[in-house]
């Protein structure tokens, strides 16, 4: 029982947990202010602004500096694998997406005139990756939901 209780008072997993809850939150908010309706899908998807991943590696970077310390090589690993994990959001990431809108223009084009439809499911998924001005904010979202959460 002992391991539930250390679980749950684990505060970098719950930094980080609630990092990715608040980006999913306002990407979803983004989403529906920008493209005028609802896709409830926004709250669990990849893509979009805030970055979702970004907020998440960045309130565990620093929330473990802060329990830690900035000195620890606990600290050093979770700030290796934010850059990381930024890094491909914005790079690879944001590519695959870019080939799958191409793809899916491609393949509505041939259905046009070829007659047969793709299936939702057969369509590729376009939001993948970010932008880097939504890594950067997904990164400032995390940075202040440490602290807020280190201060609390």
Same mark, same amino acid.
Request: charge should be negative; glycine fraction near 10%.
């Given at each position: 029982?002992?391991?539930?209780?250390?679980?749950?008072?684990?505060?970098?997993?719950?930094?980080?947990?609630?990092?990715?809850?608040?980006?999913?939150?306002?990407?979803?908010?983004?989403?529906?202010?920008?493209?005028?309706?609802?896709?409830?899908?926004?709250?669990?998807?990849?893509?979009?602004?805030?970055?979702?991943?970004?907020?998440?590696?960045?309130?565990?970077?620093?929330?473990?500096?802060?329990?830690?310390?900035?000195?620890?090589?606990?600290?050093? #690993?979770?700030?290796?694998?934010?850059? +990381? %994990? &930024?890094?491909?959001?914005? @790079?690879v990431r944001l590519e695959t997406g870019k080939q799958a809108k191409a793809i899916n223009d491609m393949m509505e084009f041939m259905q046009k005139i070829g007659g047969t439809q793709l299936t939702n499911e057969e369509?590729?998924?376009?939001? #993948?990756?970010?932008?880097?001005?939504? +890594? %950067? &904010?997904?990164?400032?979202? @995390?940075?202040?939901?440490?602290?807020?959460?280190?201060?609390?």
């Amino acid at each position: 029982m002992d391991y539930l209780n250390q679980l749950i008072s684990n505060r970098i997993l719950w930094a980080g947990l609630i990092g990715w809850a608040s980006a999913q939150i306002l990407k979803t908010i983004t989403f529906l202010i920008v493209n005028k309706r609802l896709e409830i899908e926004r709250l669990f998807g990849d893509g979009g602004m805030p970055s979702g991943h970004s907020a998440t590696v960045t309130a565990v970077a620093l929330s473990t500096g802060l329990e830690c310390g900035f000195d620890s090589p606990v600290f050093a #690993v979770a700030m290796i694998m934010a850059i +990381v %994990v &930024m890094h491909d959001a914005s @790079g690879v990431r944001l590519e695959t997406g870019k080939q799958a809108k191409a793809i899916n223009d491609m393949m509505e084009f041939m259905q046009k005139i070829g007659g047969t439809q793709l299936t939702n499911e057969e369509k590729l998924k376009e939001f #993948v990756g970010h932008t880097p001005l939504q +890594v %950067v &904010m997904g990164g400032v979202l @995390g940075v202040i939901v440490a602290i807020l959460f280190h201060l609390v």
